[in-house]
């Protein structure tokens, strides 16, 4: 075992156990500032990664892989864990008990998405997924004195257990089939085993399982109830971290297991991502709360990730990496805000914005750039991350019609979230005679988030080009004779490989 590999891993495990440690000798006025030194520990170890970059290798014989993918997602989840400590450090004082319990599970999550970025087989998929989703059955439902959130952990405990069941009934068939567990095993039988019905449904269950730690369509009826419930930095890691495992799972997955298997299954995929784009951008422009309407729009982004998976090419992929990178700091941006008015306020009602301008224009700012980089309008990271997985989804058209199709559902699902979004923003600088405009103070730490996700969004938007080039060296593409084979078939008859 190459223990060398998992260095990042060991550190953030190790990181949670001595939180644990600290909070016996810590006294509880102090206790907050665990969750700052946590931060400050993560931004080591982002560092340290740095150092690593280049470096490829296995470990657990190939069910732990070290490459470009992996790397670009361990720093992705650093990143996003290191905004959320600080999230919920802020938010500590709405957390009646166990505050240090709180910022170690939230490094066991981290861990289980770090390994997860790393999964080479479907064993290390399993446990690291479960790693994931254990520790969200708690933070969902952390608590436990609000009804709502001991409903939300109820109902992911319930669904996740239903997904978990789903995930090892597939591997199970795909084992059968197969003989092996193993990713690159796997790849080398696929060609062989892509008409064998035990196989494929093992596949499908795999991809359900999957499809609900992504919240796409028909596996997210879970997200608006949890969303609402859990509180707010758990939500937001939620949004964003166990979104992003599961992304990174379905790029391994696809891009060496099924090769000679899932590039049969583009109709499966467009319906799927046409399908939750629709479903969340609809179901979201009644809603009222605001964590359940980030929960409908955190469905529908979703669909355009699924946009990039479903061109089933290489700058599809690349696609996804840079959406979900401009993600990160739009989402948490957002959910930094709420955290803030939630804790003074108590309130998560789209009302409960009105007159914010005046009560912390930064607060105003912040939230209003993170409603239009997800509504995807220029300059900010969220248009170009459209604009991306559109393009991908386009440059298909010519081997098959229906993928134009699939950007025109996208493209009115963009027009129609423009409702729900700006309606954020109305409520902010327009509702009229605002019950309260009392001055929202921020806390340095909570502002050096602010400003760092506002710059996140600019810079991606505005500069884009490098974290693309990071992204398509990142992405792992289909051997050259597999993109030759599906070229020439493409072009002798391009209805023939549907």
């Known amino acids: 075992m190459n223990a060398a590999l998992m260095i990042l891993e060991i550190a953030v495990l190790v990181l949670g156990i001595a939180l644990l440690l600290l909070d016996l000798w810590t006294p509880p006025a102090r206790k907050r500032l665990l969750g700052y030194g946590a931060a400050v520990a993560l931004v080591v170890v982002l560092a340290y990664s740095f150092k690593l970059t280049g470096e490829t290798g296995f470990a657990f014989g190939q069910a732990y892989a070290f490459d470009g993918l992996a790397l670009f997602f361990k720093r992705f989840f650093l990143l996003a864990a290191i905004l959320v400590l600080v999230m919920a450090a802020e938010f500590s004082d709405r957390i009646a008990s166990g505050i240090s319990e709180f910022y170690s599970l939230i490094l066991f999550a981290l861990a289980g998405m770090m390994f997860a970025a790393s999964a080479n087989s479907f064993p290390m998929l399993f446990v690291s997924l479960e790693l994931i989703t254990v520790t969200f059955y708690v933070l969902t439902s952390f608590q436990r004195n609000r009804l709502a959130s001991l409903e939300a952990g109820v109902k992911y405990l319930i669904l996740g257990a239903l997904s978990s069941a789903f995930l090892v009934y597939g591997i199970a068939l795909v084992y059968g089939a197969s003989g092996t567990m193993d990713f690159a095993e796997l790849a080398g039988k696929s060609a062989a085993l892509k008409d064998q019905p035990l196989f494929l449904l093992g596949l499908l269950l795999v991809l359900a399982g999957l499809g609900f730690k992504i919240a796409a369509f028909p596996f997210q009826i879970w997200a608006p109830d949890v969303y609402q419930g859990s509180p707010a930095p758990a939500t937001a890691f939620l949004a964003v971290g166990s979104k992003a495992a599961g992304f990174v799972l379905l790029l391994r997955l696809f891009n060496t297991v099924g090769l000679d298997v899932t590039w049969h299954w583009e109709k499966l995929l467009m319906v799927m991502a046409a399908v939750t784009i629709l479903y969340g951008n ?217």
Not at 365 to 391: D, E, H, Q, R
């Open 282 to 498: 609809l179901c979201a422009i009644p809603q009222r709360n605001l964590k359940r309407l980030l929960g409908y729009s955190s469905i529908a982004h979703a669909g355009y990730l699924l946009l990039g998976v479903a061109a089933m090419s290489p700058a599809g992929s690349t696609a996804v990496l840079y959406y979900l990178a401009g993600y990160l700091f739009t989402v948490l941006a957002a959910f930094s805000v709420l955290a803030i008015i939630i804790r003074k306020t108590d309130i998560e009602d789209v009302s409960g914005l009105a007159g914010l301008n005046q009560r912390s224009p930064l607060l105003a700012a912040t939230l209003t750039l993170a409603m239009v980089s997800l509504a995807g309008v220029p300059p900010l990271a969220g248009f170009f991350g459209k604009f991306l997985l559109l393009k991908s989804v386009v440059e298909q058209g010519g081997s098959y019609y229906a993928y134009y199709w699939l950007a025109a559902v996208a493209l009115a699902g963009v027009v129609i979230s423009f409702w729900y979004y700006f309606g954020v923003i109305r409520a902010i600088y327009w509702s009229k005679d605002p019950a309260d405009l009392s001055p929202i103070e921020v806390s340095l730490p909570a502002r050096i988030c602010l400003y760092a996700c506002i710059a996140g969004m600019l810079f991606l938007g505005l500069f884009p080009n490098r974290l693309v080039e990071n992204a398509r060296a990142a992405v792992l593409p289909p051997p050259p004779a597999k993109i030759a084979e599906k070229t020439a078939v493409a072009v002798a008859s391009p209805a023939s490989i549907k």
